[in-house]
């Protein structure tokens, strides 16, 4: 039986990750028994549990705060990978890791295939590309997920934000020039245990970054809107309380009248053929997707 190391289980895509393992095989690391800016320390955890595989979610995810922390960013998100990947080579074991739609810089017109040329925007997108590229030069197999928008019902996201904010104000503005894929953490555990199960380590070819997101695509401002009209779907019959929002007081913005420290990219979506085309994996569409977890939420 493989040993897995899980970092990040109180992130959202590691606590989605947590009951999908049998407890024996997996260690699930959180930021109090590991912190990932603490280089010695990943050493000697590595050393100590010799995992067969290492799954990474965890990151510093602070998209804007990482202007004014980059050190920080860089040390959660490129050198410890680094460090990771360096020890699970020399165990021979394999990474998972995670990474981002804000590598690219959004100029493109269609969706992202994962040979397009990346140029980073800010601080935390680029700390996400030298963790990238980090884990390649270790020379272990691995698979870098790039994946988008993430949300689910457990953790900090757009969701839960939209919905607290639309129970609180008469009204929204919601950024509708910048378009991606809200990805379920759920959907993403999902795709990740499948792989797991069929990924062949030692066949070189299928090594290397994968798109991974739910399919089709949205604005911001479309998935604020959907996610108020399942929430009003379902509200009577789960007793949840009234929202003040109604799906027609979200207005759309640019993204130049709601500025941000980050710049984030205008086209975010990412073409998930060479997921489907290795290993015959696909994510439901993100609609059906956020139906999924908005039967999950509690209030
Ligand atoms: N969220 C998105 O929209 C999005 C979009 C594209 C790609 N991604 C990528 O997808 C992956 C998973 O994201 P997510 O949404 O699950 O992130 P998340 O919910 O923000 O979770 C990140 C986890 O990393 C942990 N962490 C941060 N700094 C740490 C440190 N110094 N030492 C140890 N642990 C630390 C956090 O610990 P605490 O719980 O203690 O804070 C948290 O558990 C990441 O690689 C992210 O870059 C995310």
Redesign the pocket.
């Given at each position: 039986m493989k040993k897995i190391l899980l970092?990040?289980v109180?992130?959202?895509?590691?606590y989605a990750l947590l009951p999908k393992f049998s407890q024996q095989q997996l260690f699930p690391i959180?930021?109090s028994e590991?912190?990932?800016?603490d280089q010695d320390d990943i050493r000697r955890l590595i050393r100590d549990i010799k995992p067969d595989l290492i799954i990474n979610?965890?990151?510093?995810?602070a998209v804007d705060k990482a202007e004014s922390e980059p050190e920080l960013a860089f040390a959660?998100n490129a050198t410890a990978p680094r460090i990771l990947a360096e020890e699970a080579a020399k165990l021979d074991a394999a990474m998972i890791h995670?990474?981002?739609?804000y590598v690219y810089d959004g100029t493109k017109k269609t969706p992202y295939v994962e040979g397009d040329l990346v140029n980073p925007a800010g601080v935390y997108a680029k700390s996400?590309l030298a963790g990238e590229n980090a884990i390649r030069e270790a020379g272990l197999p691995h698979l870098i997920l790039r994946?988008?928008?993430?949300y689910g019902a457990y953790?900090k996201?757009f969701l839960k934000t939209i919905l607290r904010l639309a129970g609180e104000r008469d009204s929204l503005r919601i950024v509708s020039d910048q378009f991606g894929a809200p990805t379920s953490?759920e959907n993403i555990a999902n795709a990740v245990i499948q792989l797991v199960e069929k990924w062949q380590w030692q066949d070189q070819a299928q090594t290397g970054i994968y798109h991974l997101t739910n399919a089709g695509n949205t604005s911001w401002h479309g998935f604020a809107c959907e996610i108020v009209t399942e929430y009003e779907a379902l509200r009577i019959e789960r007793g949840w309380p009234a929202l003040k929002t109604k799906v027609e007081d979200i207005a759309a913005i640019t993204a130049a009248e709601y500025p941000t420290p980050a710049t984030r990219p205008a086209n975010s979506k990412l073409d998930n053929s060479k997921l489907k085309q290795t290993f015959n994996i696909e994510l439901p569409n993100w609609e059906q997707g956020l139906q999924q977890v908005m039967q999950q939420l509690e209030f």
């Open positions: 970092t990040g109180n992130g959202q895509v590691g959180s930021r590991l912190d990932l800016a979610p965890a990151a510093y995810t959660v995670f990474s981002t739609d996400k994946t988008s928008w993430v953790g996201n953490s």
